[in-house]
Each structure stands twice: as C-alpha cells, then as structure tokens.
C-alpha cells in the first residue's frame, strides 16, 4: 500500500478537527451560516478534498462573507457529494460517515456508526493498514495514500485518502477524520492501458475476438502490423477475414466447439501468411462482460525449422552408419559361416559376440530413427481396415526365427472371430512383435508366450504375456522411458536397445490407444495395448477386406 | 545360373555381396561401381534380375532403374533396392516405383541369395 504523503500537522487540520469533534453534519450546517471562524474549517475541508486549496485571512473573510459563504457552501455540497467521509474516535472506532460513504460501500449507517474503522479496510483484515495510519495520526500527522475499502457486497474499491489527526482547543487528540475519492475505475483503466502497453511490446500475436458478433475486439501492434490491420478497422473483421490465414474455418470451429462444452483452454497450429504459429486459445467469461476469446499466436517456424535441421541430421548420420555396418556384419556373417575357411573355437566365440552386437547397433540405430521420426511428427500412418486376428497369427509366423532361438511357443487365445480394425495394421504388428521379442527375452526356456485378445464394445485389449522374472518395483515406473537404466533388464545380453517400448507406447497412442503392464516379480509380466474400434464397421468391411486380400 | 546385375558405389559392401552369392554357386554376376556404368554395360546385356544400391554418387538406384526401364529388353527385369534408408514406410514407397523387393543394409550374407530368388519367383 502506498502511503504517499505525510505531512506534518497544521493549524487549519487543527481548527478544522476543533469543529469536526463536535460532529461532521453539525459543523457543516453551522458553516452555512456565515462566521469567519467556519469559513476556515470549510476552507480546511476543501484542502482536504484537494478541490480547491484555499487559505484567506478572517479580515477579508469578514468583508466577503456573505458571498463567499453561498460559494463556500456549494463547494462544500459538491466535496460533500464527491468525496466519501468519516470521523474517527481515539479508540480507532467510526463515529460518523457521509452519505456518499453509505452509498458507495453499500453499508447502512448504524452498521458502520460504532464500529472499528479496521473494518473498512481490504487489507489482512483491515489491521494493518488501520494500524499504519493509526501512528501516524497519533504522532499528530496527516497520512495520505491509497486506502481499498471493503463493500458491504464484498467488492473492494480503491480510495485515495487523506486523513487528518483532530485535536480539541487544548491540543488533546480526540481522532481523526478522512476524506477518500473512489479511484477504482482510474486504476482499473491504468492497469488496462499498461496491459496494452505490455501486449504491444510482445512478439507474439495477441487477438481478443467477441464471442458473439465473432468480430475482434482487439490485437496487439504485432498482429495488427503482420496483418496490416488498424485499430479503426478492428471491430469489423472476423477470423475468417483474414486473408493470409490458412484453416480459417477450422479456427472457427475449434471457437464454436469450445463455447458449446464450455471448455476454457485449447492449443492448435495454424499458418498465417507462410509462417506455422502454435495458437492457445483461451475462452474468457468474466463477470457481466462479453464472452470473449483470447489468441495467443507464437511464431514456431524457427523452432520447426531447427528441429527439421537436427532431425535431418540424426537421420543422416544414422543412416550413413548404416553402410559401413554392412560390411562389418557382412563380412562377419561370411566368417562365422565358414565361407573363408575354419576358424579356431574361441575365435569363432569372438566373432559371435561381435556378431551379436553388431546386430544390436543395427537395432539401435533403427529404433533411433523411429523416434526420431516419432517427436518430429514425420511418422505416417496409413489406416486401414482389416481383421486383427489375421494380424495376430501373421506375427506368430513372423517371430518363428526368435521363438526357435529361445525354445519358446505361442499361444493365442480369443482370435477365434474376426475383429475388424480401422488402423495402421503395419504399426500395430510392430508394436506386436516388440512386444513379443521383450516377452521371449525375458522367458524362461521351453516356456510359452501368451497372446490373448480380447474385444470390448468400443475397444479391444491386446496382452502379451510372459512367465519370465517380473519387472523390479523400482523400474516398473520407468520402463516406458528412452534408455530407462533398469536393474535387471540384462540389456547387453538380451540384445535390447532400451527403446523399443517408447517407439510403442508412442505408436499406440499415435492410433488413439493406450498401453500399459502388470507384473509380479517371480510370476511374469503381461504387456497390453488397447485399441479403439471404430463403431459401424460391420460385415460389408469384412467382405471387402477379404476380397482385397483375395485380389 | 540367374544371371545378376549388382550396381553398388562401396567396394567393401561389392565384396561382401559377391562373396555370399558365390557360396550358393547359382549366380552369375557382374558388378558396377554407379549407375552410368551400369548403364553403359546393359547395352548388350539381359540380366534376370537387377540389385541396385539406392543412394550413389551420380546417377540414384532409382534414376538408374528409371532408364533402364526405357530399353526394352530391360523393361521388365526385376529389380531388388538395396538401401541404408529402408525404414517401414519407405519401402512401401520403392515398391511403388517399381521395386520387387526392398533389401535393407546392413542384410544377412548367408541370406541375401534366398531374398533375390524370392523376388525373382514374384
């Protein structure tokens, strides 16, 4: 709280606080009738109103008393309707108050009369301040500054006030008085021009658009100089004026959808004259004002060009490891099958080991460029419609090789219908058959792994289960993470690359799905991915899809 | 013999590839370093089948495929992508253009002769 001004006492705030004592209205009526002495309480008043400060000696007064006190007294009407006023006793309590006071706080006068002035004040309860001002007074000096004040509604309203220490002839202090001017709107259009300022100063775009007649109400200098709009022009321009702007109608769509659900917050892109903006759209309902929405466009082209640069890069690199990898693992391959001849029997162990790994950077350097394209949004997707159960033996086909290296079976429960899916069927077999792979790393040998499907009304679970070692409580958390560092994920002897399960909760959710585990140390661990399906898909899809697959 | 055509600018990966088809003993191949080579060797030439690198200095596998696609005796040779950049959905896009299989680097050299019999029988 700013406490601008504290002046030292003076003899017009003691005379003036000489006649107040005796009653705010009183003093006033008695002023009106013309005594010198009056005057100068009068003239005391309207210094504190700051209205017209004042100062005239009681001879000149006497001359001019008939007319200046008719001037006097309706300046005094107007302090009286313009400034709210109230008297303080020493014990911090209200004895009087104006009707402007009553008015404007909304309080009835014997709710005030009587009662501490602490309770006007909006501030921690009105302690602090009224404690403030109370020293001040009682070192005998005026305390001005600004005071908000508590309604009788609970509304807070900002007064700049100036309270004066009332002292009787003696000089004893009897109290105080204090004459506010209600400054809330001043301070409210403060705030909003300093806003303004603060808004034309950003980078980003701002638009404030009126819900109702869908026409702007604002934009900030950014937006208004990319779109080479006026102030003036403003308010008859909607969204879909703009011409430079691509998805206008998608734009008023997402506006329409988030009043209907009432929903506050949404975030989309659009590009604007060549340039992708990330967008946040708020929806503003405040108080008795017009629903509004508020744009906030921010220029994500840079950034987008710099992911696409080292996304560019990632990719090049990888790939062009690649070529040299076949040679290392190519010519290994040739050793390891004996194409150069016999190789002693620890050599050959070596080479295997090389072999293996070699294998794995290849792994890695795939699963890298899979989220790669992943965070980039460069992954495509291509939806169609087929039966998973199809999908589901293909990948017990698929995975024979790895099932045959670790002395494992399948075992497939619930394919016994067919489930049409509209969806990447080429993702969900790559999610399948990591899924798999984890399973028969971490199988015992000669053990099984389950594939169990099973169909909901909109949505169809896909487990994969295996009766290996369970995941560790302590990496249960972490185990959808890039390189989780996992205590028994025997990454190195398993061949795994610690990203295979990210690239597949990244995929199911790509296709709208979810996917999760459950685990018991010692008992296993049942991976599933849950996948919508799409309603109305019936047996015409089922026909067509054969037919195609027939074709 | 199925007589091929390898078209490869990395020497080692020529080697590697020679190598593992010659164990089979049932291909009959020749060898380019780029596709303008390539080109120049198939004028009096019909191989059975085709194995282009994707990605080579000068002429791309698939520029080199393209004009080979416009000698007639070349027109229907089946060819084989061999390729660094053989992700899931970019295969899908090579055998758009006319590719019967996509092989991706780094391939398996005790395999590769049973991934160019099967493109050849599709």
């Known amino acids: 709280m700013l406490n601008l001004f504290k002046q030292t006492r003076n003899g017009a705030a003691l005379a003036f606080g000489g006649l107040l004592s005796a009653g705010w209205y009183i003093s006033a009526n008695s002023l009106l009738s013309g005594t010198a002495m009056h005057s100068l309480a009068v003239a005391g008043a309207i210094v504190i109103a700051g209205i017209t400060p004042m100062w005239v000696s009681s001879r000149a007064m006497a001359k001019r008393a008939s007319s200046q006190n008719r001037s006097l007294s309706q300046r005094l009407m107007a302090f009286d309707r313009h400034v709210l006023v109230n008297v303080v006793d020493t014990q911090g309590k209200l004895t009087e108050v104006n009707d402007q006071m009553l008015q404007v706080t909304g309080y009835a006068l014997d709710t005030l009369v009587g009662q501490p002035v602490s309770m006007l004040y909006a501030d921690n309860e009105g302690h602090n301040l009224a404690h403030a001002i109370s020293k001040c007074l009682r070192r005998g000096e005026t305390w001005q500054g600004e005071t908000p004040l508590r309604c009788a509604d609970g509304r807070v309203i900002v007064t700049h006030s100036t309270i004066i220490p009332l002292f009787d002839s003696k000089g004893k202090w009897t109290g105080s008085i204090a004459a506010r001017t209600d400054i809330t709107r001043m301070m409210k259009l403060l705030g909003e021009h300093e806003t303004i300022e603060t808004l034309d100063e950003l980078r980003d775009d701002i638009w404030i658009l009126d819900a109702d007649t869908q026409n702007f109400t604002y934009m900030n200098k950014s937006a208004l100089s990319r779109l080479k709009w006026s102030h003036d022009s403003l308010r008859e321009q909607g969204i879909r004026d703009i011409a430079p702007l691509e998805g206008a109608d998608d734009l008023v769509t997402a506006c329409d959808q988030m009043r209907h659900d009432s929903q506050n917050l949404a975030h989309t892109e659009v590009v604007l004259a060549g340039i992708t903006f990330a967008v946040t759209i708020k929806f503003l309902q405040v108080g008795n004002q017009a629903d509004r929405f508020l744009f906030v466009l921010n220029d994500i082209s840079e950034r987008l060009a710099e992911e696409r640069t080292k996304s560019d890069f990632i990719s090049m690199v990888s790939h062009e490891l690649r070529s040299p990898l076949t040679s290392i693992k190519g010519s290994m391959g040739l050793l390891l099958s004996k194409a150069a001849g016999d190789i002693p029997e620890k050599a050959q162990a070596l080479l295997e080991i090389a072999h293996r790994n070699a294998d794995r950077l290849v792994l890695i350097i795939n699963d890298i460029l899979d989220l790669e394209k992943i965070s980039t949004g460069r992954m495509e997707f291509e939806t169609t419609i087929g039966d998973l159960c199809d999908l589901i033996r293909e990948s017990d086909h698929a995975n024979e090789m790895l099932l045959q290296r670790y002395g494992l079976q399948i075992e497939i429960a619930g394919t016994d219908h067919p489930i049409l899916l509209e969806t990447d069927h080429n993702r969900v077999m790559q999610v399948l058959n990591n899924l798999i792979s984890n399973a028969c790393k971490f199988s015992p040998p000669g053990g099984k792994v389950h594939i169990i499907v099973q169909e909901g009304t909109n949505e169809v679970k896909i487990s994969v289960k295996d009766h290996g070692t369970g995941i560790p409580e302590g990496d249960q958390h972490k185990i959808f993470q890039r390189f989780a560092d996992l205590q028994n994920s025997d990454r190195a002897t398993k061949g795994g690359t610690g990203l295979g399960l990210s690239i597949c909760k990244a995929i199911v959710e790509s296709l709208g799905g979810r996917i999760g585990f459950e685990t018991r140390e010692g008992k296993g661990t049942e991976f599933y991915f849950v996948l919508p399906i799409s309603q109305g898909l019936g047996n015409e899809e089922l026909a067509v899809s054969e037919m195609r697959e027939a074709s | ?122």
């Open chain 2, 1 to 122: 013999m199925i007589k091929l055509l390898h078209v490869e600018d990395d020497a080692d990966i020529r080697e590697i590839a020679e190598m593992s088809l010659s164990l089979t003993g049932e291909f009959d191949i020749i060898q380019c370093a780029s596709g303008e080579d390539a080109l120049s060797r198939v004028a009096d030439y019909t191989p059975d089948v085709i194995l282009l690198d994707m990605m080579m200095p000068g002429m791309t596998g698939r520029q080199t495929l393209e004009a080979m696609r416009k000698m007639p005796h070349l027109a229907d040779v089946p060819a084989i992508f061999m390729t660094a950049r053989a992700q899931f959905d970019e295969q899908e896009e090579l055998r758009k253009i006319g590719a019967a299989e996509v092989i991706s680097k780094p391939f398996d050299p005790m395999e590769l002769g049973e991934q160019i019999k099967a493109a050849i029988k599709k």
